[in-house]
T-cell receptor
Framework: SQTIHQWPATLVQPVGSPLSLECTVEGTSNPNLYWYRQAAGRGLQLLFY??????ISSEVPQNLSASRPQDRQFILSSKKLLLSDSGFYLC??????????FGPGTRLTVT | QKEVEQDPGPLSVPEGAIVSLNCTYSNSAFQYFMWYRQYSRKGPELLMY????GNKEDGRFTAQVDKSSKYISLFIRDSQPSDSATYLCAVNYGGATNKLIFGTGTLLAVQP
C-alpha cells in the first residue's frame, strides 16, 4: 500500500528565515505530486504540482518554490518567509488528478 | 463568483441522524466530483469521487451529483460521533488537468 510522509509536523520560524518542507511517498512510482496550503477558515489552495522529476508547475505567484529531486520526493522551499506564509501545508500524491491522497501536513507559524 | 461554494456550518446533529452536506459549482465543464473528510489538525482523507452525474454509495456514505443544477451532495446515514469533522467538496475538469478546486469545507458535529 502507498504511504505519504511529511516533515516536520510543526514549525515556528521568524520572518525572513528560510524554509524547507519535505514530502516523500512510498509504495508507488512516478506519482503526480502536489503542494497545497490551507489557511484558517479557507479551502485548500494549490501551490505547485509535478508530473515527473524536475517538472514543476506553479499555480500561485509567491515567494515559495518547489523541487522534485527524486521520483517520490517533493520539497517546498522559501528563501525568506513572510508572515502571510503561515498556514497548514499539505502534500498529496495521485495517479490521476481526481484521486489525490494527502499527507499529515506541516503546520507553519511565521513569527 | 467562486468556482465552488460550500456552507461553512457548523452543522450540529444528534447521533443516528441523516446528514446532508452540499456544494454548488459554477462551471458545467467539471467532470469529477470529490468528497474529503478532514479531522482537526490532520490531512484530508478521500471519501469518494463521482464521475459526471448520478449517485455513488460506500457504506453509510452516498455522493450525489446533479449536473443540471450544478449541485453536489454527500449524505451520511446513521451518523456517529466519529463522523465529526470538516467535509470538503472538490471538483476537477478531468482529462489532463491536474487541478482540484476545493470548497471551504463544512464543519460537522455529531452529538452523542
Amino acid at each position: 500500500s502507498q504511504t505519504i510522509h511529511q516533515w516536520p509536523a510543526t514549525l515556528v520560524q521568524p520572518v525572513g528565515s528560510p524554509l524547507s518542507l519535505e514530502c516523500t511517498v512510498e509504495g508507488t512510482s512516478n506519482p503526480n505530486l502536489y503542494w497545497y496550503r490551507q489557511a484558517a477558515g479557507r479551502g485548500l489552495q494549490l501551490l505547485f504540482y509535478s508530473v515527473g522529476i524536475g517538472q514543476i508547475s506553479s499555480e500561485v505567484p509567491q515567494n515559495l518554490s518547489a523541487s522534485r529531486p527524486q521520483d517520490r520526493q517533493f520539497i517546498l522551499s522559501s528563501k525568506k518567509l513572510l508572515l502571510s506564509d503561515s498556514g497548514f501545508y499539505l502534500c498529496a500524491w495521485a495517479k490521476v488528478a481526481y484521486e489525490q491522497y494527502f499527507g499529515p501536513g506541516t503546520r507553519l507559524t511565521v513569527t | 463568483q467562486k468556482e465552488v461554494e460550500q456552507d461553512p456550518g457548523p452543522l450540529s446533529v444528534p447521533e443516528g441522524a441523516i446528514v446532508s452536506l452540499n456544494c454548488t459549482y459554477s462551471n458545467s465543464a467539471f467532470q469529477y466530483f470529490m468528497w474529503y473528510r478532514q479531522y482537526s489538525r490532520k490531512g484530508p482523507e478521500l471519501l469518494m469521487y463521482t464521475y459526471s452525474s448520478g449517485n455513488k454509495e460506500d457504506g453509510r456514505f452516498t455522493a450525489q451529483v446533479d449536473k443540471s443544477s450544478k449541485y453536489i451532495s454527500l449524505f451520511i446515514r446513521d451518523s456517529q460521533p466519529s463522523d465529526s469533522a470538516t467535509y470538503l467538496c472538490a471538483v476537477n475538469y478531468g482529462g489532463a488537468t491536474n487541478k482540484l478546486i476545493f470548497g471551504t469545507g463544512t464543519l460537522l458535529a455529531v452529538q452523542p
